[in-house]
């Protein structure tokens, strides 16, 4: 699925009630603040060495 197929989905969700889409954050670190912040949080992250505060489960292609 490209974004802009993705942005669509999320866009017909919201317009029609039955949906929010994820909150985007500025940055890797941004993310896992919120992550740490908040509980049962789950964020997508690229590859970091400082994940203090946070589980990372690493996913394999």
Known sequence: MFPY???RV????TYSGTGTPP???QDQ???L??????PG???YIGKQDE???VKV???KP
Do not use: V
């Not at 999320?10 to 969700?13: S, T």
């Open 10 to 13: 999320w866009q017909k969700l």
């Open 29 to 31: 670190q941004a993310m």
């Open 41 to 43: 949080a789950i964020g």
């Open 33 to 38: 603040q919120a992550i740490a912040a908040t």
């Open 5 to 7: 197929q993705l942005e």
């Open 23 to 25: 909150t985007e954050l």
């Open 51 to 53: 994940t203090q505060g």
């Open 57 to 59: 489960i690493p996913i």
